[in-house]
Structures are given as structure tokens and as C-alpha cells.
């Protein structure tokens, strides 16, 4: 046990009751090295470990607040996390528990690269030429960049964050940045509402000019761009085009800051709260201790894939909105409705007793079974099923409820679909799924009797040349039907076998990349490989093994990540990262754009480059919100020298579009329909 302990890439350390320090593992003292010559620290505590002057001070104001405020953290012991800096300069995570027994269990993880990637990305919003400011609800600052601290920080005037904008606005008329008469702007600036929203020349004491234009964002805060006007005022002749050009820049930043703010609680198809939303929801719920009862519901669609190969991803995307708005106009005001899945939606209801919520879903499956959608020029009558639960002792957490609700959902499908189904643990169909075991065989019978197939996709520069080819996985059954990852990969990640159907992936591409490589072409073949996948530690080694028995295969072999909506341990998959790429493989981040943390995830996995969503491109040239991300992800990539690939190009109008806007790589329909590799390759 101590030795597993002594692996841990976190530092762990238990305190008892009086606070005397009863076991901590290597990593410990090897983030605090100054506590090493104090010997055996095993009965000191924690006050005296806090105390001893360390290297960690130099990067404090004050010492002594800054030792005060450890020891009240670490007295609370709530489990919030917080940062401690390192002698090296580093970063930790700390977090500490208080257990029923008084004992305090504290852990600190090294965030270091994180925090150097955030200062990459404010590199890139610091290079913006004009002044951004991002403001919460309350009209407290959040975020602004180098152009707005030139323009408003002096010593009595700083801009960090969580200081109200009003406050700041006041200090800098009082140490007088603008100019007489400026004070009514400034205020309506500060205040919420219409008069605020207008675009302002404000003039500033030093005989500058700032163009202030501020706009709501989806979630009440709102985003000011700051614009300097001095050349422009002093070219009247010229004015009236440059406010439409600063008016241009203006609502691109303000659409890549409410693409933001709507990404991370929304879902990007049907606008509803996505998953996340509906975990803070119900962590609210469950954390501010309401006695009112809590029930969780999940909707499938039934029968859904079977639409989407039947009348295409255009088809079954509408039915998608159309589905939520029905259940939306069904469901009382203070209800909550998300996407959760690809076709699942989840519903969360309070104050209602068992009679009421199977009421309310029975009541949803009738009206949507006797309900006929108009999509893509058809008429479609589905049918849903539906799963329930309700917050007990055992379902306290987010996750737990809408795992017992989707349990309900799956045992609803499995006994013949269009009904709704209430989660019993004592239910053995609760335990089985005929479903999932028939995949389990499906995905399992594939593997062994070699099933499963590869078809490459070519991935082009702009002139139309093939740069490499993307692999994408299918699956043949005993009937020798083909189905789409789509079908049996959502299965495979339930019954915990992604990271055997990964294995299989990574030797076939291995011995491609090699074919490639043998014949002397310098094209590559790039895998998908899940994030769950690629922080599981034995993958790690078999994929190191396999990469050093093939020299040279990192010149014709890349990885894309998938299913970062499901990253868990960011740390662990960074450090793989680093150590593939210290191989010589080129890492992406894929599906970027097509979920609610795709900018985040950026920050937390140092890649070499990102592929844009389909589902980004499809609609480029009708939504304004898709147009901005791309025009944002290229401005990230040039600015952090990454890579940028397109996919889902099929139209040419799409190409010309995504070459303006400064795209080089692109994959999709227009150039290239997947093909068997085998038959590609020879």
C-alpha cells in the first residue's frame, strides 16, 4: 500500500485530531522540499509544518497574512480547492477533507503546466489590439486583457478580478483619466440596462479618444470592447467607415464571448442546458440541503439511430430541436429540461410526490407518441422512453441520479420501448440489460473474430493535396451488417470496453503508419483515441511499447483525442500527452467546438493541434455563431502555433468561406468518402 501510495503523482498527507501529521507519501515532501531537513515530520503539526520559512514566501505579499489564511483553510477543511505556490515557481491544487472523526486527508496536485497554458491563452487575448473587459451579473470584473489595463490601471486604480466595474469607473475619474464631462457616460456604463448597451466616445485626459461599446451575454453578464479612437477623430473625413469597421471588430469579439458563455451551460443543437447545466442544477438542489423531493428523469428517443441512417444527421438534428421544444412546452416553468446525449434528453422536477412525477411522464410519452413531427419535408411519429428517480440516501450526487435515471430509461427500452420505467434497485432488470449484454457480445465477438474495420478519410491542404487520412472504426455483425461508430461505441464506453476496441485501433494504425512509411510517402494515418482511454496507465505503457518496437512510425502516425466532454483526471492525460509527443507524435484535440468546454480543455491538454466539428461547419454560412468560432480558432492557433484542421467540408461555397477566414486543412465529403484501408493502401 505504501508503495502504491509512493507512485501517486499527487502529494497525500492525514492529520488527526490534533492535528499532528500521521502519514504522507514521497510526493509530499517532494513539492515541499524545505521540510526535509526537519527529518521525521510523522507528530508534528500542521502549524509547525506551515510555518517553517520556505521558499514559497518570496511569492507572497505578506508572509504572515499569507500564513494566517493557510491556517484557516486548513482548520475549514471543506474540500474547496485552492492554489498554493511552489519554490520553484510552481503551481498546486490543494484540497483538504475533514472526516467524521476529526482527521484532516489533504492532497496537493501540480498544476503548474495548467497555469502556464492559461498564461499562453491571455497572451492571446493580450495581443487583441483593443481593450476587452468580461463582466458577471453583478457588474464585477472577470476577465480583461492588457489593452484595458493600459487604458483604465493606475496604483489606485488595479482591475482585478471581482472588483465591481462602478467602483473602478469612480476611482478613475478621481484620479482623473477622462476628461471633464465624461462622469454621465462612465455611469451609464456601470449601470445594467439599455443606456449602457450603446456604443460611447468617451474622452480621455491625455486627449485621447476610447470608443466603449458594451453587450449582454447570455448568462447576464456582458463584454466591453474598448477601442482607441484617436487616429479616427482626427480623420472626420474617414469616420463613418471606420465606426462600421470597429463596429465589425466589435461583434466578432462579442460573439466569441458569448460563444463562451453559451458553450458552457447550452447545448449547441437545440439550445436547451446541456449536461453540465443540469449537474449545477441539481447540485444546488442536493447541496443547499432543500427537504423538497428531488426526482431526475431521463427521455430517449426511441429507435433514434435508425432515423439518422434512414434520413441523414439534417433530419435527425431537427427532430432533436423539435423533441425539445415539445417537452419544453409540456413542462412547467421552474421544471429543467437538457440534452444529455445524443438522443437523450433529462428532466429535473421538485415538489411532486411519486403519483405527480409518473403522472408527468406518462403524460410526456403519450403526447409524444400521438405527436407528428414536420423534419426535412417528412412526417414523423416517435416514441420515447423514459426513465425516473428520486434523491435518497444512496442517490446524493448528480452523477448517481442521472446514472439510476438512465438505468430505469435503459430496463424501459429493454422491455419493449415507448414506456416509463421507475428505478427499483431491487428490480433484477435494474442489475440486466438484454441490450447492453447483446452489444457486450456484438463488441466482443467483433474483437475476436476480427470484425472490425477501417476506412480512411483523406485530410487535404488548400490547394486540394492529400496530406494524411483520418482512421474511422466500423463494425460488421454475424448478419454482416456495417454499423457506424455512432452505434456501438456509445455501448462499448458503458460496458468498459473502449480501451480494448483503442488497442485494436493503435496496432492497425501502427501497421499502416508503417506501410506509409516503408514506401517512402510521407502522408499519415491519425487515430481517435478516447481521453478516458489515454489516461488509463496500462494503455500508456502498451502504447509506448508498441511505439518503440516500430522506429519511425511517429513520422507517419497521429493521435486525436475524442470524448473530452468525459475528462476526469486532466493531469494524467497531459503528462501521456508530453511523453508522446517527446516520442515525435503529433497530438490533436478533436470535435473541437461540438460541446460546452472545448476552449477549457484546450488550456488543460498541450496539443499540437485541434480539428472543428462537423457539426461547426455544416452550419457556417447560415449561423453567425459557428462563422465566429472558426474565426476565433484560427485566431488561437496562429497565436499558440498550432495546427488547424476543418472537417465536414462538403460544399465548395463551405471552402471558399473557411479560405477566407484563414483555414488551410480541411477533410470532409467535398474531397474524400472514407474507403477500406486495405483497399486504399494496396
Not at 491556517?71 to 485552492?82: C, I, K, S
Not at 420505467?421 to 433484477?428: A, E, T
Amino acid at each position: 500500500m505504501a508503495g502504491f501510495l509512493d507512485s501517486m503523482l499527487d502529494a497525500l498527507a492525514v492529520f488527526d485530531a490534533q492535528d499532528r501529521l500521521v502519514f504522507h507519501n514521497r510526493r509530499f515532501v517532494e513539492l515541499f522540499p524545505f521540510l526535509e531537513p526537519l527529518g521525521d515530520l510523522q507528530g508534528l503539526t500542521f502549524y509547525a509544518l506551515a510555518s517553517v520559512p520556505s521558499g514559497e514566501w518570496r511569492w507572497v505579499n505578506d508572509p504572515e497574512i499569507y500564513l494566517k489564511d493557510r491556517l484557516r483553510r486548513h482548520a475549514e477543511a471543506d474540500g474547496a480547492p485552492f492554489l498554493i505556490p511552489l519554490e520553484n515557481g510552481g503551481w498546486v491544487q490543494a484540497r483538504e477533507h475533514r472526516t467524521p472523526d476529526s482527521w484532516i486527508v489533504a492532497t496537493w496536485s501540480d498544476v503548474s503546466r495548467l497555469k502556464e497554458t492559461e498564461a499562453r491563452l491571455q497572451d492571446a487575448i493580450d495581443s487583441v489590439a483593443a481593450g476587452l473587459i468580461l463582466l458577471d451579473s453583478e457588474g464585477r470584473i472577470t476577465l480583461t486583457n492588457s489593452g484595458m489595463r493600459q487604458i483604465l490601471a493606475t496604483p489606485d486604480a488595479t482591475l482585478e478580478p471581482g472588483r465591481p466595474l462602478s467602483d473602478l469607473l469612480d476611482e478613475a475619474v478621481a484620479n482623473g483619466i477622462f476628461a471633464g464631462g465624461a462622469a454621465s457616460q462612465l455611469a451609464a456604463l456601470a449601470t445594467p440596462g439599455p443606456a449602457g448597451e450603446v456604443p460611447m466616445e468617451i474622452p480621455l485626459h491625455d486627449g485621447r479618444w476610447i470608443l466603449a461599446s458594451h453587450r449582454p451575454l447570455g448568462n447576464g453578464g456582458v463584454v466591453g470592447i474598448w477601442t482607441d479612437l484617436t487616429a479616427q477623430k482626427k480623420r472626420e473625413a474617414e469616420l463613418v467607415a471606420m465606426r462600421e469597421q470597429l463596429r465589425l471588430h466589435t461583434e466578432a469579439l462579442a460573439d466569441f464571448a458569448r460563444l463562451i458563455a453559451q458553450q458552457a451551460r447550452n447545448d449547441m443543437l437545440t439550445a436547451l442546458p446541456n449536461r453540465f447545466a443540469l449537474e449545477e442544477r441539481l447540485d444546488h438542489l442536493l447541496r443547499d440541503g432543500e427537504t423538497t423531493l428531488i426526482w431526475v428523469g431521463v427521455i430517449d428517443i426511441d429507435h433514434f439511430s435508425g432515423i439518422n441512417d434512414a434520413l441523414g444527421h439534417a433530419t435527425a438534428d431537427e427532430l432533436l430541436r423539435e423533441t425539445g421544444r415539445f417537452l419544453r412546452g409540456l413542462l412547467r416553468t421552474d421544471d429543467t429540461l437538457a440534452r444529455v446525449g445524443a438522443d437523450e434528453f433529462a428532466i429535473v422536477l421538485t415538489g411532486l410526490d411519486e403519483s405527480e412525477v409518473t403522472s408527468i411522464a406518462n403524460r410526456l410519452n403519450s403526447a409524444v407518441q400521438s405527436h407528428v413531427f414536420h423534419v426535412g419535408g417528412s412526417r414523423l411519429s416517435v416514441t420515447v422512453s423514459v426513465g425516473l428517480t428520486m434523491a435518497q440516501d444512496k442517490l446524493r450526487t448528480p452523477s448517481s441520479l442521472l446514472a439510476a435515471a438512465d438505468t430505469a430509461c435503459r430496463v424501459a427500452k429493454e422491455s419493449g420501448r415507448d414506456r416509463v420505467q421507475l428505478y427499483d434497485v431491487g428490480d433484477p432488470k435494474m442489475r440486466t440489460s438484454h441490450q447492453r449484454v447483446s452489444w457486450a457480445e456484438r463488441i466482443r465477438l467483433g474483437l475476436e473474430l476480427d470484425r472490425f474495420r477501417l476506412h480512411l478519410q483523406a485530410i487535404v491542404d488548400r490547394d486540394g493535396n492529400v496530406c494524411g487520412y483520418e482512421a474511422l472504426i466500423r463494425l460488421k455483425d454475424s448478419d454482416n451488417v456495417c454499423h457506424s461508430p455512432g452505434q456501438f461505441l456509445p455501448a462499448a464506453r458503458r460496458l468498459g470496453l473502449m480501451c480494448r476496441i483503442d488497442s485494436w485501433v493503435c496496432h492497425q494504425c501502427v501497421d499502416f503508419a508503417m506501410r506509409l512509411l516503408a514506401a517512402g510517402n510521407d502522408q499519415y494515418v491519425s487515430m481517435n483515441l478516447g481521453v478516458q482511454t489515454l489516461s488509463n496507465t496500462t494503455f500508456q505503457r502498451k502504447l509506448l511499447d508498441l511505439i518503440a518496437a516500430n522506429p519511425g512510425v511517429e513520422k507517419t502516425l497521429r493521435i486525436e483525442i475524442t470524448e473530452t466532454d468525459d475528462i476526469h483526471d486532466a493531469h494524467q492525460a497531459a503528462s501521456f500527452i508530453v511523453e508522446l509527443r517527446a516520442c515525435g507524435l503529433h497530438v490533436y484535440l478533436d470535435d473541437f467546438g461540438n460541446g460546452y468546454n472545448s476552449f477549457e480543455v484546450l488550456k488543460q491538454l498541450p496539443v499540437d493541434g485541434i480539428k472543428i466539428d462537423w457539426t461547426v461547419t455544416r452550419d457556417l454560412l447560415s449561423d453567425p455563431i459557428d462563422e465566429a468560432q472558426i474565426r476565433a480558432a484560427v485566431s488561437i492557433t496562429d497565436s499558440l502555433g498550432l495546427e488547424l484542421i476543418v472537417e465536414g467540408v462538403e460544399e465548395e461555397r463551405q471552402l471558399i468561406r473557411l479560405r477566407e477566414l484563414g483555414a488551410t486543412l480541411f477533410q470532409g465529403f467535398y474531397f474524400h468518402r472514407p474507403v477500406n484501408a486495405e483497399t486504399l493502401l494496396g
